[in-house]
């Protein structure tokens, strides 16, 4: 992969990958374009529950699609009102999102409720909950689904919104469709966030955001260099409704290539059909949160291994929550031997606010690992390498970000730029940053046009919330500025203190954990002082179906709480130095989320708090 200085003087900090810049300056022309230029060459590919291809859509086929949709939305909505959409799958999804960039409309994909929408207050499920607090912040004007009659959508708005079936097409000509083209400033779609710090909050997404970041992620996927962009092929399980499953489509169909989609729930229950549809479609890149890949390594059995071939699997993408170092070293050692290259792996960094991508791209030098020394990035918030082995921690590289980004790392007391090797908030600012919030100028502000102290320029920024360091030219993200927790003067990161209790004992849930504060009388939530002076440190773990099963009939349940809890108690303090106080096991799936897997921790304090946690009881 060819890469490009990012200033006139070349140092090895400074190298950036080469970008191309797309043919278009919003995305209804880059599909008009491929629908005149590609109109057979295959842009979609939907895979059933089985695996098995159930549709394909080539470049005409969905133009076709998008059109037939658009006249249809002529007539109820017009440009700049907010269309829902809410599809159980992505077949008729990219045809309905590109539906309504032909008609104007803003686009907010959102999860169908696994149970129907609640009417109040109280709410069915995670899904609903969101769906309905997303309702209430944009108010749609309509909304577009396929085949979900059994969740009365129509009925949840009491009639007054109309709820369309989009796989019924009008069989409009493509001639009706106006040609309508927007504005590159013009907002394409609301991408909420995931909801694991807040309340989802509606990111406004221009034309000109999804261009740029498009075009970031083909550079740092290195999409100019094939000779056929029909080898640009992504093979995603994520959803269609989160910033990085919609990448997963949106980027191959700005290139020209191909996107071959399944279910969560199909990976879910059996995740070798990710990576058979991988061999089968020679996929060139997937994404997955940290714990897809995990799960993998946990799932997919040795005579499966035998039958996959990912030779041509050049870009594993691992994002949307912290990446493990443990999680790399097991991925590649379970599938080198299925032609998995060691460089395809690529930890990367990215946030709904930033439409999806900030950085990710690698040098051949890069390491995927830092060893650095905890105390001194805990204490002295700097980063020092070669520690003694006894004060060592490892961080995971999240690579370069485009030479079209600015990125600096800021310290949160005086808003000034770190050091060098200073740890502090990731700010950044570029043509994929969003403007800001639907509907909320004081939080947009407060995040969105943030300016760094003494600072004349005019130049803003958006604050990440996002804590991590640069060393030699590389990003490295440790944790959330709202997840540190101070215990006898020092800090600590929840993430560090969850990825411990991961690895304290094999019955705990890979992914399944979460660290806080509980509050006591006359103590804040984020400080922890000598035992019995402050909050009590926590620990919350799913337990592994593996390991509850393995006690029928004549395990030892009681036996195995006490050595888990101790443990959990003796590996956080040996390595942190920290009283673990309660250690509280779940069942499998205990643990809130949202609806990309993310543990939602505020959530599950306050469950905890409140008594509402699925816990582990001996006679279970």
Same mark, same amino acid.
Not at 178 to 206: F, N
Not at 224 to 234: K, N, Q, R, S
Not at 586 to 591: F, K
């Given at each position: ?10 140092h090895a900090e400074d190298i950036h990958p080469t970008a191309v810049p797309l043919p278009a300056q919003d995305l209804v022309e880059l599909l008009t374009r491929h629908a005149r230029t590609r109109p057979d060459h295959t842009a979609l590919v ?14 005409? %086929? ?128 609301? +991408? ?55 990448? +997963? ?11 071959? +989609? ?14 058979r549809a991988i061999t089968r479609y020679r996929g060139y890149s997937a994404s997955a949160p940290n714990f897809g890949y995990d799960r993998c390594v946990d799932r997919v059995t040795d005579a499966e291994k035998a039958e996959l071939d990912l030779t041509h699997w050049r870009v594993a993408l691992n994002g949307a929550e912290p990446v493990r170092p443990g999680t790399l070293a097991r991925f590649l050692a379970a599938f080198e031997p299925c032609g998995l290259a060691p ?39 700097? @980063? @020092? ?22 990125? @600096? ?72 500025? $709202?997840?540190?927790?101070? @215990? ?26 979460? *660290? ?50 101790? *443990?959990? +108690? ?29 543990? %939602? ?8 708090? $409140? ?10």
């Amino acid at each position: 992969m060819s890469v490009t200085p990012h200033a006139t003087d070349i140092h090895a900090e400074d190298i950036h990958p080469t970008a191309v810049p797309l043919p278009a300056q919003d995305l209804v022309e880059l599909l008009t374009r491929h629908a005149r230029t590609r109109p057979d060459h295959t842009a979609l590919v939907h895979l059933g529950p089985d695996g098995t291809e159930v549709a394909r859509l080539s470049y005409g %086929q969905l133009h076709e699609e998008a059109c037939d949709l658009a006249v249809r939305l002529g007539g109820i909505a017009a440009p700049g009102e907010r269309a829902l959409l809410a599809y159980p799958d992505s077949r008729h999804f990219a045809s309905a999102l590109f539906g309504c960039l032909y008609a104007g409309l803003v686009a907010v994909p959102v999860p169908l409720p696994t149970v129907p929408l609640p009417t109040g207050p109280a709410s069915g499920g995670r899904a609903s909950a969101r769906t309905a607090s997303v309702i209430e912040d944009c108010a749609p004007e309509l909304v577009l689904t396929a085949g979900s009659e059994e969740y009365d959508l129509a009925g949840h708005f009491g009639g007054n919104v109309p709820v369309l079936d989009t796989s019924q097409r009008l069989g409009a000509p493509v001639g009706r469709w106006q040609g309508y083209r927007p504005s590159p400033d013009d907002v394409a779609l609301l +991408q909420y966030t995931s909801g694991s710090t807040s309340v989802p909050r509606g990111v406004r997404l221009t034309h000109r955001n999804f261009i740029g970041n498009l075009t970031d992620i083909l550079a740092a996927q290195g999409v100019g260099e094939l000779a056929d962009p029909a080898h640009f092929v992504t093979v995603s399980w994520l959803p269609h409704f989160h910033d990085m499953g919609l990448a +997963q489509i949106l980027a191959p169909l700005s290139a020209g290539g191909s996107s071959v +989609q399944m279910s969560p729930t199909a990976f879910l229950r059996k995740p070798a059909a990710w990576l058979r549809a991988i061999t089968r479609y020679r996929g060139y890149s997937a994404s997955a949160p940290n714990f897809g890949y995990d799960r993998c390594v946990d799932r997919v059995t040795d005579a499966e291994k035998a039958e996959l071939d990912l030779t041509h699997w050049r870009v594993a993408l691992n994002g949307a929550e912290p990446v493990r170092p443990g999680t790399l070293a097991r991925f590649l050692a379970a599938f080198e031997p299925c032609g998995l290259a060691p460089a395809a792996l690529s930890p990367s960094y990215g946030l709904a606010e930033s439409t999806v991508y900030v950085s990710g791209f690698r040098a051949p030098w890069d390491p995927l690992t830092l060893t650095v020394s905890a105390r001194a990035a805990d204490e002295d918030k700097r @980063v @020092v390498t070669d520690p003694d082995p006894a004060d060592a921690r490892v961080y995971v590289g999240c690579g370069r970000w485009p030479g079209s980004t600015r990125l @600096v790392v800021v310290d949160p007391s005086t808003g000034g730029e770190c050091p060098a090797d200073g740890i502090g908030e990731i700010w950044i600012r570029g043509a994929g940053v969003s403007g800001g919030y639907w509907r909320q100028d004081e939080a947009s502000g407060d995040k969105f046009r943030a300016t760094l102290a003494g600072d004349t320029s005019g130049e803003t920024f958006l604050r990440t919330g996002d804590l991590g360091f640069v060393h030699e030219g590389q990003l490295f993200v440790i944790g959330r500025r $709202d997840s540190v927790m101070v @215990v006898n003067g020092r800090n600590h990161h929840a993430e560090d203190i969850e990825q411990t209790v991961t690895a304290s004992h094999p019955a705990v849930a890979v992914g399944g954990t979460a *660290a806080f504060l509980a509050e006591t009388e006359g103590a804040g939530p984020e400080r922890a002082g000598p035992e019995g002076t402050g909050p009590a440190v926590v620990v919350v773990a799913e337990l592994r179906r593996e390991a509850l099963a393995a006690l029928s009939p004549a395990g030892d349940p009681a036996g195995l709480r006490a050595e888990v809890t101790a *443990a959990v +108690q003796a590996k956080v303090f040996a390595e942190h130095q920290v009283a673990v106080t309660r250690v509280e096991l779940l069942l499998p799936g205990g643990l809130p989320r949202t609806t990309s897997g993310k543990v %939602q921790r505020a959530v599950c304090h306050r469950m905890w708090r $409140d008594g509402g946690l699925r816990r582990w009881r001996c006679e279970e």
